[in-house]
């Protein structure tokens, strides 16, 4: 693969994850580089690179991108929803196990965000739907049970403007700029003054009820005001 020069590009997104980063170039192209043992820089080749290599699909005009532990998430242009990676929990929402080196198109719904959390995704789409996937050991899908799942499923019926999964829990702002959180809570990262894991979400109270958006460390969340 040719390598890129990273210094005379003009980049819009990055996100880095363990053991691998990917960004997204202001012309829409997706470059990712580091371990790619299991198909998680997207390249179908299963080895490391350590300069950006570029994600071929049948558009090369990308979003979002979010990393996760070993795999990839990734939204176009069109607002089509691709994932690749480590795929043993269901995490990248294809109904399968089984681990893919290249995009792999999720469904046909228009996504506008993603995020890859340690073992799990979680999306919103276009008309607000929040939809979570992969491994769910402490509630973090926020679907009420523990039970994986290796298609997005849906979290309750709010309309939603964006999301981030972290290390085994979730948190989202809804249309009413109110912030909920579930899944792990051994570091009290849900924010709702009580410990315990939740498997369905829980409102955050804090200083005010007006948020406008969220980050996600490994066991704790930032948030700001709108």
């Excluded at 939204?75 to 269901?90: A, M």
């Excluded at 890859?116 to 919103?124: D, K, L, N, R, S």
Aim: hydrophobic share 40%; proline share 2%.
């Amino acid at each position: 693969f040719p390598s890129h020069d990273t210094c005379t590009s003009s980049w819009v997104a990055v996100d880095a994850g363990n053991v691998f980063t990917a960004a997204i170039e202001s012309d829409g192209s997706l470059y990712l580089w580091g371990a790619g043992t299991l198909g998680q820089l997207g390249i179908v080749r299963l080895n490391s690179q350590s300069s950006p290599v570029l994600v071929k699909s049948v558009a090369d005009s990308w979003n979002v991108v979010s990393v996760g532990n070993l795999f990839t998430g990734a939204v176009r242009s069109d607002k089509l929803l691709f994932t690749w990676g480590l795929n043993t929990s269901g995490q990248l929402g294809d109904s399968t196990t089984v681990a893919k080196s290249v995009p792999t198109r999720i469904g046909s719904s228009s996504w506008t965000i993603v995020s890859a959390g340690t073992g799990h995704m979680a999306g919103v789409e276009s008309d607000g739907s929040l939809l979570t996937w992969g491994v769910n050991s402490s509630g973090q899908l926020g679907i009420v049970d523990t039970i994986n799942r290796s298609s997005p499923v849906q979290v309750g019926t709010n309309s939603w403007t964006t999301v981030v999964a972290g290390q085994n829990w979730t948190a989202a702002i809804n249309t009413a700029y109110q912030i909920y959180a579930w899944g792990d809570n051994t570091y009290l990262q849900q924010g709702t003054l009580r410990a315990g894991n939740t498997s369905s979400p829980v409102i955050v109270k804090g200083i005010n009820d007006s948020w406008s958006s969220l980050s996600s460390g490994g066991s704790h969340i930032a948030a700001s005001v709108s």
